[in-house]
C-alpha cells in the first residue's frame, strides 16, 4: 500500500523528540496510490528498514515513522506462501531532512523484540 500521511501540524512540528510523540493520534491518510505508481519510490528519499518481526506490516511502519515527517510511500515485503513479513521494508519521505532524523533516531531501536536497522536504501539496479 502506499500512504501519504500527516497533517499541517505535523509538518511544522520540528522540536522535541518524535519517539516521545509516538502513540499521539492525529495523522490523516491523504492519498493512496495503486496500481504501477505503487512499486516506484523516490530514491533519494527512500529508507531500509531491516530486522522487522514477521507480524509487522504497512501500518505498522506507518506508526513508528509518522513522527519524523510526512511519509509518501510505505512497503514491507511478504512473503507468498506463509503470509508473513520476510523482515525488511522500506520507507518513503516526502523530506529528505525528515529520513535522515528518521534513520538517526531509529537505528539500532528496539521494535517489537527486535533492534531495527535503519539506513539509506541503496538505489534500484536497472
Avoid: C
Avoid at 33 to 48: F, I, L
Avoid at 84 to 101: I, K, L, M, Q
Amino acid at each position: 500500500m502506499n500512504w501519504l500521511i500527516g497533517t499541517k501540524a505535523d509538518e511544522a512540528k520540528s522540536a522535541g523528540d518524535p519517539l516521545a510523540q509516538m502513540g499521539r493520534g492525529g495523522a490523516v491518510l491523504m492519498h493512496e496510490r495503486s496500481g504501477t505508481d505503487m512499486r516506484r519510490r523516490n530514491e533519494e528519499n527512500s529508507v531500509r528498514v531491516t530486522n522487522l518481526s514477521e507480524d509487522t506490516r504497512e501500518p505498522d511502519l506507518v506508526e513508528l515513522f509518522r513522527p519524523f515527517g510526512l511519509v509518501s510511500r510505505v512497503y514491507v515485503a511478504i512473503d507468498q506462501k506463509t503470509g508473513t513479513s520476510r523482515g525488511f521494508g522500506f520507507v518513503n519521505f516526502v523530506n529528505r531532512e525528515d529520513a535522515e532524523r528518521a534513520i538517526n533516531k531509529l537505528n539500532g531501536y528496539g521494535y517489537d523484540n527486535l533492534i531495527l536497522r535503519v539506513e539509506w536504501a541503496a538505489p534500484r539496479a536497472n
